[in-house]
C-alpha cells in the first residue's frame, strides 16, 4: 500500500479543492437518500469557509503521490482530551485502497492528548459501519432519523 501525506489546510485557497472532493465523495449518497436538509454533498463553499475558520477545526486534505485523493476534518474540544471526525471523504475512484483507514490512524496519532473520538455515519450504509468497527469505534446507543429509510448511527473511539 501506498503511504499517504495529511496536508494540513492552512490557506483559503485550498477551501475549493475540499469542497469540490467533499461534493464528488458525497454525490452517491445524495442521489440515494435525497437529503437536502444535513448532506455534505448539498454544502457550499461559504459553508466549508465557515467551518475552516472555527477555532478548533481543522482540515487535512488526504494525498498519494500528491495527488488528492480524499479529506479528513476534525473538530476537538478546547484542551484536546476529544474530537470528532467529521466529515472524511475519500473520492469514488480512489476508495477501497486503505487511504481513509492509513488517513484516520494518522490523524489518531497526531494528535496523543485525544482520548476520545467521535463520528457518525449512515446506518444504512454496511460498508461505512464496518469501516469504523474495524477501526476500533464503537457502535452508541444514540440514533438520528433523518428521513423513512435513512437514519445516522454514532460511534467512539477511546484510546488508553
Not at 26 to 48: C, G, H, N, V
Not at 82 to 91: E, G
Not at 98 to 107: L, N, T
Not at 130 to 154: A, P, R, T
Amino acid at each position: 500500500m501506498e503511504n499517504i501525506l495529511l496536508y494540513p489546510v492552512q490557506e483559503r485557497k485550498d477551501l475549493p479543492k475540499i469542497l469540490e472532493i467533499q461534493k464528488e465523495a458525497f454525490k452517491q449518497f445524495y442521489l440515494k437518500y435525497r437529503d437536502k436538509e444535513t448532506s455534505p454533498y448539498k454544502e457550499i463553499l461559504q459553508d466549508i469557509e465557515r467551518k475552516f475558520a472555527m477555532a478548533n477545526s481543522r482540515y487535512y486534505l488526504i494525498q498519494v503521490n500528491f495527488i488528492n485523493v480524499g479529506f479528513i476534518r476534525i473538530i476537538t474540544n478546547r484542551n484536546k482530551s476529544a474530537a470528532r471526525i467529521s466529515p472524511m471523504a475519500i473520492l469514488p475512484q480512489f476508495e477501497n485502497r486503505g487511504y481513509g483507514k492509513q488517513a484516520i490512524y494518522d490523524i489518531e496519532s497526531r494528535f496523543p492528548t485525544i482520548k476520545e473520538w467521535n463520528l457518525d455515519t449512515i446506518k444504512q450504509e454496511t460498508k461505512l459501519i464496518n469501516f469504523y468497527l474495524d477501526l476500533g469505534y464503537k457502535c452508541l446507543d444514540k440514533e438520528v432519523v433523518i428521513h423513512k429509510g435513512m437514519h445516522i448511527s454514532y460511534f467512539r473511539k477511546t484510546i488508553q
